[in-house]
């Protein structure tokens, strides 16, 4: 992987700073998702970042369950962001970790804010506490229940973690200060009910740390040196620093924050993605229309075109919106290099090659791909009816039009020359058939009478070929800023599907593995469905931008 030659951004230049000082001898990132849904393109930026940083200075990065919120959490999703981890090209050090491991530690050290004098019980509702909280403009109120004593405090907390209290009833605060113009200070929740089993720990906890008190502590517990978030968190950071500096943690990490990803035409959120499965307005989170990895891997994106994207877009200390046209390149560049080519024909016109006797069969070889001598050659078979699309063929057509027309030439790419001689209508007058002449001795050759064909189109045989189902994806959404709107769903582009049923493909299509991808010559670039054991190629990408000149 070419991550360590990635360009400087201001996180490598902290690292290296504090190598070379001596204040740290390795390093320790982590990327911590929380298992309440599938990762999405946003959280490709923050792995690549943590793991590749990690890499480049001999250090580890570790993989976290964020698991505090056991209602939205569950197995599946811890399943599928360690897969989708793993398929980006990564491996955590160690075992993966769970904040859910340091629940006990975590209690531990919330009573020792209590004996330290620097937390409390609080019995005011969300409502009320809501209330006291202040604004952004006016100070908080203190709570009336903030001068409970010590003992007061560490008898009402071990009755909260025995279940002897509601949901909502009361919380653990921190005792900070309410008139902090920082509102993340003004007396933080610690710890909250909540009467739910939890996927990792069953039944054992009915009590819950927050974000805000497991995540720096965990951090400690893991030896984290540089703790790396998104800069919504950077109004929490002198709250992380404060449980750092008022508990006996065994290392002191330093979180620093960078500009989350937001891509144009495209929602970066869990919940939103949340709301469009369960809205039923795409099949799943793998649907390949999502910018879930699971998605993006079942359309065909390759790893290395999501690294290499990362990579392109740079690391900010501010938010930005990324063009999805760039994600789009970085995606055509990879496969342009990498997929080998075949051909598919999309909306099959059978042709009869007159002057070919009916058990003809001649094979030919083409190239894998036109610049990679590695990949091996494909042989097709040259029969004597074979399809072309549709599109490729007319009665009539002016000079601009390089297919096959009637009474002209055209060449069966990586095979010969032929001239439509004649062609069978039906009914409705549209053409079922064409027939054409074989011009002798055109293999890799012009034709010997000097008439040239008027351009190269794909073939398949019409009796040795691949039928399979295609998927042409487009943009899920139509426009830019889909988020902009509370009803989001409302720009969902009607489009973004279409299926072709009985498409032909050259016969190693038969063969053709799931997720590998191919570039379908003309046509754009394909995989095979990972998710049915049909044959069914998705459209990863057509061959050009599309989208450019639609404003
Ligand atoms: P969402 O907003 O989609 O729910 P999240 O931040 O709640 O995302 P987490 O599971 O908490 O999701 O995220 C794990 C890590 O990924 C965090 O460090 C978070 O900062 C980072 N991350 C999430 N979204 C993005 C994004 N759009 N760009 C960069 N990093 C992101
Ligand atoms: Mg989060």
New binding site residues.
């Given amino acids: 992987m070419s991550d360590a030659t990635a360009p400087n951004n201001f996180l490598q230049n902290i690292i290296a700073n504090d190598l070379d000082t001596g204040k740290h001898q390795n390093i320790v990132t982590r990327?911590?998702?929380?298992?309440?849904?599938y990762?999405?393109?946003?959280?490709?930026?923050?792995?690549v970042?943590?793991f590749s940083l990690a890499q480049s200075f001999n250090g580890q990065c570790n993989l976290r369950f964020?698991d505090t919120n056991p209602e939205k959490e569950s197995q599946e999703y811890v399943d599928s962001?360690k897969r989708d981890v793993t398929w980006l090209g990564y491996q955590w050090a160690g075992d993966i970790r769970f904040t859910s491991d340091y629940f006990d530690q975590l209690h531990a050290w919330a009573v020792h804010l209590i004996k330290s004098g620097l937390a409390y019980v609080c019995d005011l509702s969300p409502d009320q506490a809501r209330e006291y909280r202040g604004t952004l403009t006016s100070p908080g109120t203190n709570s009336p229940y903030r001068d409970r004593t010590i003992d007061e405090n560490l008898e009402l907390f071990e009755r909260m973690r025995n279940g002897e209290f509601n949901e909502g009833s009361c919380a653990l605060r921190a005792k900070i200060d309410m008139a902090s113009p920082n509102m993340n200070m003004r007396d933080p929740i610690l710890y909250r009910i909540k009467k739910v089993v939890h996927h990792h720990t069953g039944d054992k906890w009915c009590i819950y740390p927050s974000y805000d008190f497991a995540h720096g502590q965990s951090d400690a517990i893991e030896g984290i040196t540089h703790s790396?978030?998104?800069l919504?968190?950077a109004d929490h950071r002198p709250l992380y620093e404060w449980f750092l500096a008022n508990l006996p943690v065994p290392t002191k990490p330093v979180q620093y924050e960078?500009?989350?990803?937001?891509l144009n035409y495209t929602v970066?959120?869990?919940?939103?993605?949340r709301a469009l499965v369960d809205g039923n307005h795409v099949e799943g989170w793998d649907d390949p229309r999502m910018p879930t990895i699971s998605g993006m891997r079942r359309r065909g994106v390759t790893p290395a075109a999501l690294r290499k994207f990362c990579e392109m877009i740079g690391v900010t200390k501010s938010d930005g919106v990324v063009d999805v046209a760039m994600l789009e390149h970085a995606i055509r560049d990879d496969l342009d290099k990498n997929a080998p080519r075949a051909m598919c024909v999309l909306k099959p016109l059978k042709v009869t090659l007159t002057n070919l006797a009916p058990d003809h069969e001649e094979w030919v070889t083409a190239p894998g791909h036109p610049q990679r001598d590695d990949m091996p050659t494909r042989s097709l078979p040259i029969t004597q009816s074979v399809y072309i699309d549709k599109e490729d063929f007319r009665v009539e057509a002016n000079k601009k039009y390089k297919r096959l027309v009637l009474g002209k030439r055209v060449r069966l790419r990586n095979a010969y020359v032929i001239e439509a001689e004649d062609c069978v209508v039906d009914a409705q007058g549209e053409v079922i058939e064409v027939k054409a002449r074989v011009i002798e001795n055109t293999i890799g050759n012009d034709p010997e009478d000097g008439i040239k064909p008027k351009g190269v189109i794909q073939w398949v045989s019409a009796t040795k070929h691949a039928t399979f189902k295609v998927r042409l994806y487009d943009r899920l959404f139509n426009c830019e800023s889909p988020d902009a709107d509370e009803d989001f769903t409302q720009h969902l582009n009607p489009n973004s599907l279409e299926v072709l049923e009985d498409c032909v493909g050259e016969i190693g299509l038969l063969n053709a593995i799931p997720e590998s991808a191919y570039q379908f010559e003309r046509e754009g670039y394909f995989c095979r469905d990972n998710a049915s054991s049909e044959l069914i190629f998705n459209r990863t990408i057509g061959l050009r931008d599309v989208w450019e000149n639609k404003g």
């Fill in positions: 990327f911590p998702p929380e298992p309440n849904g990762l999405h393109i946003g959280h490709a930026k923050s792995i970042l943590n964020d962001i790396i978030c998104t919504e968190f960078f500009g989350r990803l937001n970066t959120s869990k919940r939103k993605l």
